[in-house]
C-alpha cells in the first residue's frame, strides 16, 4: 500500500526563506487517509528546515538520515546534503526509497533528490529563489514565480498564497499548512 501526495514549497525572499507543505496523505489515487500531516520540520537545532514529499515512510527515513548528516557535518547544510544524495544513490536500501526533499538554512534552499542530484535554485534577481516538488509542485512554483515577480508580498505571503492555489488545483493537496520560516 503506497501513501503519498503531497505539495512542498520553499520561498527565499528578502532575506528570509519559507518552507511550507501541505497536510494530506493519499492512499492510491482515491483516499484520502489523513488532512493535517506534518511534512516540514526544523532541525538541527532549529537551524535547518527540511520538508519532504513521496511515500511518507521513505521520506522519513531520508529526514532522519539528513539529520544525522546534519550533526555529522556541524549543521554545513551542502555537504550534509551531497553526503545523503551520495548515499542515497550507492547504498541498497536507500536507493529504492521513493521521496524528496527541499532542505534550508539561513543563507541556501537545496532539492535533494534521489538520483544523486543536489539544486541549488536560480535566483535572477540574486534576492528571490522558489523551488517546489511533490504532486502539486508544478503549480505552487508556477504560482510563486509569478507572485514574486509582480507583487511586494513577503516570503511567507507568497509560499502561502502559492500553496493555497495548489491546492485549489492539485486533487493531491490541500490548505492544511505547515510554514517555518528561517
Given at each position: 500500500?503506497?501513501?503519498?501526495?503531497?505539495?512542498?514549497?520553499?520561498?527565499?525572499?528578502?532575506?528570509?526563506?519559507?518552507?511550507?507543505?501541505?497536510?494530506?496523505?493519499?492512499?492510491?489515487?482515491?483516499v484520502?487517509?489523513?488532512?493535517?500531516?506534518?511534512k516540514v520540520r526544523r532541525m538541527?537545532?532549529?537551524?535547518?528546515?527540511?520538508?519532504?514529499?513521496?511515500?511518507?515512510?521513505d521520506a522519513f527515513t531520508l529526514s532522519a538520515r539528513f539529520e544525522e548528516m546534519l550533526q555529522k557535518f556541524s549543521g554545513n547544510l551542502l555537504r550534509s546534503a551531497v553526503e545523503l544524495a551520495q548515499s542515497w544513490r550507492t547504498d541498497k536500501f536507500?536507493?529504492?526509497?521513493?521521496?524528496m526533499m527541499i532542505a534550508a538554512d539561513h543563507e541556501k534552499v537545496l532539492?535533494?533528490?534521489?538520483?544523486?542530484?543536489v539544486i541549488d535554485p536560480e535566483e535572477p534577481d540574486h534576492k528571490t529563489?522558489?523551488?517546489?516538488?511533490?504532486?502539486?509542485?508544478?503549480?505552487?512554483?508556477?504560482?510563486?514565480?509569478?507572485l514574486s515577480a509582480?507583487?511586494?508580498m513577503t516570503a511567507k505571503e507568497i509560499a502561502k498564497e502559492a500553496m493555497k492555489i495548489?491546492?485549489?488545483?492539485?486533487i493531491f493537496t490541500n490548505n492544511s499548512l505547515t510554514i517555518e520560516e528561517i
Amino acid at each position: 500500500m503506497r501513501l503519498d501526495g503531497t505539495t512542498i514549497i520553499a520561498v527565499k525572499k528578502d532575506g528570509k526563506t519559507v518552507i511550507a507543505g501541505d497536510g494530506q496523505v493519499t492512499m492510491g489515487q482515491s483516499v484520502v487517509l489523513k488532512n493535517n500531516a506534518v511534512k516540514v520540520r526544523r532541525m538541527y537545532n532549529d537551524k535547518v528546515v527540511v520538508g519532504f514529499a513521496g511515500s511518507v515512510a521513505d521520506a522519513f527515513t531520508l529526514s532522519a538520515r539528513f539529520e544525522e548528516m546534519l550533526q555529522k557535518f556541524s549543521g554545513n547544510l551542502l555537504r550534509s546534503a551531497v553526503e545523503l544524495a551520495q548515499s542515497w544513490r550507492t547504498d541498497k536500501f536507500l536507493r529504492n526509497l521513493e521521496a524528496m526533499m527541499i532542505a534550508a538554512d539561513h543563507e541556501k534552499v537545496l532539492i535533494i533528490s534521489g538520483d544523486g542530484n543536489v539544486i541549488d535554485p536560480e535566483e535572477p534577481d540574486h534576492k528571490t529563489a522558489v523551488c517546489a516538488i511533490g504532486s502539486g509542485g508544478n503549480y505552487a512554483l508556477a504560482a510563486a514565480k509569478a507572485l514574486s515577480a509582480h507583487t511586494k508580498m513577503t516570503a511567507k505571503e507568497i509560499a502561502k498564497e502559492a500553496m493555497k492555489i495548489a491546492g485549489e488545483i492539485c486533487i493531491f493537496t490541500n490548505n492544511s499548512l505547515t510554514i517555518e520560516e528561517i
